[in-house]
Protein backbone atom coordinates (compact mmCIF):
# COMPACT_ATOMS: atom_id res chain seq x y z
CA UNK A 1 0.00 0.00 0.00
CA UNK A 2 2.91 2.16 0.79
CA UNK A 3 4.79 1.59 -2.41
CA UNK A 4 1.24 2.64 -4.25
CA UNK A 5 0.90 5.80 -2.37
CA UNK A 6 4.49 6.88 -3.15
CA UNK A 7 3.62 5.52 -6.89
CA UNK A 8 0.76 7.81 -6.48
CA UNK A 9 2.30 11.27 -5.00
CA UNK A 10 5.33 10.82 -8.09
CA UNK A 11 2.73 10.78 -10.96
CA UNK A 12 0.59 13.38 -9.08
CA UNK A 13 4.36 15.73 -9.03
CA UNK A 14 5.31 15.17 -12.51
CA UNK A 15 1.77 15.62 -13.72
CA UNK A 16 0.82 18.60 -12.19
CA UNK A 17 4.52 20.57 -12.97
CA UNK A 18 3.32 19.63 -16.89
CA UNK A 19 -0.09 20.51 -16.94
CA UNK A 20 -1.89 23.95 -17.45
CA UNK A 21 -3.09 24.96 -14.25
CA UNK A 22 0.29 26.69 -13.08
CA UNK A 23 2.51 29.65 -14.51
CA UNK A 24 5.73 27.87 -15.73
CA UNK A 25 9.34 30.26 -15.36
CA UNK A 26 12.31 29.21 -17.29
CA UNK A 27 15.60 31.49 -17.07
CA UNK A 28 18.59 29.79 -18.93
CA UNK A 29 22.34 30.48 -19.25
CA UNK A 30 23.65 28.97 -21.55
CA UNK A 31 27.17 28.38 -22.53
CA UNK A 32 29.28 27.99 -26.11
CA UNK A 33 29.38 24.42 -25.11
CA UNK A 34 25.85 23.77 -24.31
CA UNK A 35 26.23 23.44 -20.23
CA UNK A 36 24.36 25.99 -18.45
CA UNK A 37 22.19 26.57 -15.91
CA UNK A 38 18.48 26.88 -15.78
CA UNK A 39 16.13 28.51 -12.78
CA UNK A 40 12.69 26.83 -13.18
CA UNK A 41 9.34 28.06 -11.20
CA UNK A 42 6.17 26.54 -11.12
CA UNK A 43 3.61 28.71 -9.52
CA UNK A 44 -0.02 27.40 -8.40
CA UNK A 45 -2.17 30.42 -7.64
CA UNK A 46 -3.82 30.97 -4.39
CA UNK A 47 -6.40 28.10 -3.58
CA UNK A 48 -5.33 25.57 -6.15
CA UNK A 49 -6.16 21.79 -5.15
CA UNK A 50 -2.95 20.69 -6.42
CA UNK A 51 -0.99 23.24 -4.99
CA UNK A 52 -2.03 22.52 -1.53
CA UNK A 53 -1.48 18.32 -2.43
CA UNK A 54 1.80 19.31 -3.32
CA UNK A 55 1.96 21.56 -0.24
CA UNK A 56 1.16 18.16 2.16
CA UNK A 57 3.00 15.55 0.96
CA UNK A 58 6.01 16.70 -0.54
CA UNK A 59 8.93 18.93 0.90
CA UNK A 60 12.18 19.97 -0.71
CA UNK A 61 13.90 16.60 0.11
CA UNK A 62 11.19 14.51 -1.61
CA UNK A 63 11.10 16.99 -4.73
CA UNK A 64 14.65 16.55 -4.99
CA UNK A 65 14.55 12.31 -5.16
CA UNK A 66 11.37 12.34 -7.33
CA UNK A 67 13.18 14.88 -10.28
CA UNK A 68 16.79 13.23 -9.68
CA UNK A 69 18.50 12.55 -12.60
CA UNK A 70 22.32 12.21 -13.97
CA UNK A 71 21.93 14.49 -16.70
CA UNK A 72 21.66 17.36 -14.60
CA UNK A 73 22.63 18.65 -11.13
CA UNK A 74 20.20 19.58 -8.92
CA UNK A 75 21.54 23.35 -6.98
CA UNK A 76 18.93 24.00 -5.05
CA UNK A 77 15.18 23.59 -4.26
CA UNK A 78 12.52 25.89 -2.48
CA UNK A 79 9.28 26.15 -1.89
CA UNK A 80 7.47 29.01 -1.05
CA UNK A 81 3.68 30.14 0.04
CA UNK A 82 2.55 33.63 0.29
CA UNK A 83 0.08 35.24 2.45
CA UNK A 84 -2.70 34.27 0.12
CA UNK A 85 -1.47 30.22 0.27
CA UNK A 86 -0.13 30.34 -3.61
CA UNK A 87 2.30 28.08 -4.07
CA UNK A 88 5.94 28.26 -5.71
CA UNK A 89 8.57 25.55 -6.29
CA UNK A 90 11.96 26.80 -7.05
CA UNK A 91 13.94 24.37 -9.01
CA UNK A 92 17.85 25.09 -9.67
CA UNK A 93 20.14 23.01 -12.30
CA UNK A 94 23.19 23.13 -14.12
CA UNK A 95 24.16 20.52 -17.59
CA UNK A 96 26.78 19.73 -19.02
CA UNK A 97 25.02 19.92 -22.64
CA UNK A 98 21.36 21.02 -22.51
CA UNK A 99 20.63 18.52 -25.55
CA UNK A 100 20.69 16.03 -22.55
CA UNK A 101 17.45 17.49 -21.01
CA UNK A 102 15.45 15.91 -23.89
CA UNK A 103 16.34 12.41 -22.14
CA UNK A 104 14.84 13.39 -19.00
CA UNK A 105 11.57 13.47 -17.33
CA UNK A 106 11.99 17.12 -16.28
CA UNK A 107 11.83 18.68 -19.56
CA UNK A 108 8.96 15.78 -21.77
CA UNK A 109 7.43 18.45 -22.66
CA UNK A 110 10.07 20.06 -24.68
CA UNK A 111 11.89 19.13 -27.61
CA UNK A 112 15.59 21.20 -27.16
CA UNK A 113 18.08 21.37 -29.90
CA UNK A 114 21.60 22.84 -30.38
CA UNK A 115 23.12 22.51 -33.96
CA UNK A 116 25.92 24.16 -35.69
CA UNK A 117 25.15 27.01 -38.02
CA UNK A 118 26.93 28.99 -40.89
CA UNK A 119 30.44 29.07 -40.11
CA UNK A 120 31.10 30.11 -36.34
CA UNK A 121 27.71 30.29 -35.61
CA UNK A 122 25.20 27.96 -33.09
CA UNK A 123 21.30 27.84 -33.83
CA UNK A 124 19.23 27.01 -30.62
CA UNK A 125 15.46 25.68 -30.36
CA UNK A 126 13.24 24.74 -28.28
CA UNK A 127 9.87 23.10 -28.87
CA UNK A 128 6.50 24.02 -26.39
CA UNK A 129 4.46 21.46 -26.68
CA UNK A 130 0.94 22.02 -26.21
CA UNK A 131 -0.52 21.14 -22.67
CA UNK A 132 -2.82 17.98 -22.23
CA UNK A 133 -4.89 20.35 -19.57
CA UNK A 134 -7.62 22.99 -20.36
CA UNK A 135 -6.46 25.82 -17.83
CA UNK A 136 -9.54 27.62 -15.90
CA UNK A 137 -10.61 30.33 -18.51
CA UNK A 138 -10.58 32.97 -15.29
CA UNK A 139 -6.89 32.58 -14.70
CA UNK A 140 -4.45 33.96 -17.04
CA UNK A 141 -1.63 30.74 -16.73
CA UNK A 142 1.70 31.66 -18.83
CA UNK A 143 5.26 29.87 -19.81
CA UNK A 144 7.88 32.20 -19.68
CA UNK A 145 11.22 31.27 -20.83
CA UNK A 146 14.32 33.70 -20.47
CA UNK A 147 17.90 33.24 -21.81
CA UNK A 148 20.83 34.54 -22.02
CA UNK A 149 23.51 33.20 -24.62
CA UNK A 150 27.65 33.42 -24.47
CA UNK A 151 27.85 35.18 -27.54
CA UNK A 152 26.80 37.87 -30.38
CA UNK A 153 22.76 37.51 -31.14
CA UNK A 154 22.80 37.12 -34.72
CA UNK A 155 18.51 36.58 -35.39
CA UNK A 156 15.97 35.65 -32.74
CA UNK A 157 12.31 35.53 -32.52
CA UNK A 158 11.77 36.28 -28.70
CA UNK A 159 9.18 38.91 -28.17
CA UNK A 160 11.56 41.11 -26.48
CA UNK A 161 15.03 42.33 -25.03
CA UNK A 162 16.08 43.42 -21.82
CA UNK A 163 19.81 43.67 -21.51
CA UNK A 164 20.94 40.55 -22.28
CA UNK A 165 18.58 38.54 -21.48
CA UNK A 166 15.72 37.23 -24.08
CA UNK A 167 12.52 36.84 -23.50
CA UNK A 168 9.45 34.61 -24.09
CA UNK A 169 5.94 34.75 -22.81
CA UNK A 170 3.31 32.49 -23.92
CA UNK A 171 -0.42 32.38 -22.38
CA UNK A 172 -1.87 28.66 -22.40
CA UNK A 173 -4.37 29.87 -24.97
CA UNK A 174 -1.64 31.16 -27.14
CA UNK A 175 0.48 27.80 -27.62
CA UNK A 176 -2.34 26.09 -29.54
CA UNK A 177 -0.29 23.50 -31.16
CA UNK A 178 3.55 24.43 -30.06
CA UNK A 179 5.66 26.77 -30.07
CA UNK A 180 9.28 27.57 -31.02
CA UNK A 181 11.83 29.26 -29.41
CA UNK A 182 14.53 30.45 -32.14
CA UNK A 183 17.99 31.86 -31.47
CA UNK A 184 21.50 32.48 -33.71
CA UNK A 185 24.24 34.02 -32.17
CA UNK A 186 28.11 33.61 -32.58
CA UNK A 187 29.73 32.11 -29.61
CA UNK A 188 31.87 34.33 -27.76
CA UNK A 189 35.60 33.15 -28.17
CA UNK A 190 37.56 32.44 -24.22
CA UNK A 191 38.70 36.04 -23.07
CA UNK A 192 42.44 34.44 -21.81
CA UNK A 193 43.28 38.30 -21.06
CA UNK A 194 42.08 38.59 -17.76
CA UNK A 195 44.32 35.04 -17.27
CA UNK A 196 47.51 36.42 -18.64
CA UNK A 197 47.58 39.56 -16.50
CA UNK A 198 46.77 37.64 -13.25
CA UNK A 199 49.46 35.32 -14.25
CA UNK A 200 51.61 38.06 -15.00
CA UNK A 201 51.04 39.95 -11.47
CA UNK A 202 52.15 36.58 -9.68
CA UNK A 203 55.29 36.58 -11.81
CA UNK A 204 56.49 39.89 -11.22
CA UNK A 205 55.55 39.70 -7.90
CA UNK A 206 57.53 36.15 -7.13
CA UNK A 207 60.51 37.79 -8.84
CA UNK A 208 60.62 40.58 -6.38
CA UNK A 209 60.19 38.25 -3.82
CA UNK A 210 63.13 36.29 -4.73
CA UNK A 211 65.34 39.51 -6.09
CA UNK A 212 64.44 40.83 -2.37
CA UNK A 213 65.61 37.54 -0.30
CA UNK A 214 69.05 37.85 -2.23
CA UNK A 215 69.38 41.10 -1.68
CA UNK A 216 69.09 40.57 1.76
CA UNK A 217 71.75 37.53 2.04
CA UNK A 218 74.80 39.42 1.00
CA UNK A 219 78.06 37.27 1.96
CA UNK A 220 79.98 38.34 4.59
CA UNK A 221 82.89 40.52 4.21
CA UNK A 222 86.02 39.35 5.43
Same mark, same amino acid.
Given at each position: ???????????????????????????????????????????????????????????????????????????????????????????????????????????? =? /?????????? #?? *??????? @??? !???????? =? /?????????? #?? *??????? @??? !????????????????????????????????????????????????????????????
Amino acid at each position: MKNILILFLSVLLFGVLFQGCLNYTQKTELNRDGSGTMKLSYAFPAGSETGRTITQDFDTARIRKEIFDTLFTIDKIETKIDSGAALTINIDISFKNIRDLNNTRLFN =L /FDISLEDGAP #GQ *MKYQQYI @RPS !GEKPDPRI =L /FFRKFIFEFD #GE *MITHNAH @RQE !GDSYIWEFKYDEIGDGKYIEATFAPQEPNYLPLYIAIGVVSVGIGGFIAAKKKKKKPAVS
